[in-house]
């Protein structure tokens, strides 16, 4: 009896095994496929951090060029009333300019 037992137990696992190969295989499947998943996002995440660091000097470079931009005009009105007070006075006192020391044109100038 305990010898038909232990055959039957040997079929049983044997039948049981055949019938899991399909589901053994799938999930060894899905078990490449979230490794190949979990490669991909790692490396998503590193562009990810990448853009953040880059995005930081982006802004940073945006916020110079426009403190830039914001002196160049202070500046070039002032140029340009610095230009009128000495033309103003340069015509009072009848001076000859050079015309190398001139101020020809500056983009403010109306």
């Known amino acids: 009896m305990a010898k038909s037992t232990k055959k039957a137990e040997l079929v049983t696992t044997e039948i049981l095994d055949k019938r899991l190969e399909p589901i053994q295989e799938t ?11 979990q490669v991909t996002l790692e490396a998503v995440q590193a562009s990810v ?6 995005q930081t000097s982006v802004a940073n470079i945006e916020i110079t060029n426009k403190v830039y931009a ?3 005009k202070i500046n070039g009105d002032n140029i340009l009333k610095l230009h009128q007070r000495v033309s103003k006075t340069e015509e009072i006192l009848d001076i000859e300019v050079d015309p190398d020391l001139e101020i020809k044109s500056f983009p403010n100038q109306s």
Do not use: G
């Open 27 to 37: 999930l060894k499947t899905f078990q490449t496929t979230l490794k190949t998943f």
């Open 70 to 72: 914001d002196m160049y």
């Open 49 to 54: 951090t990448t853009l953040e660091a880059i």
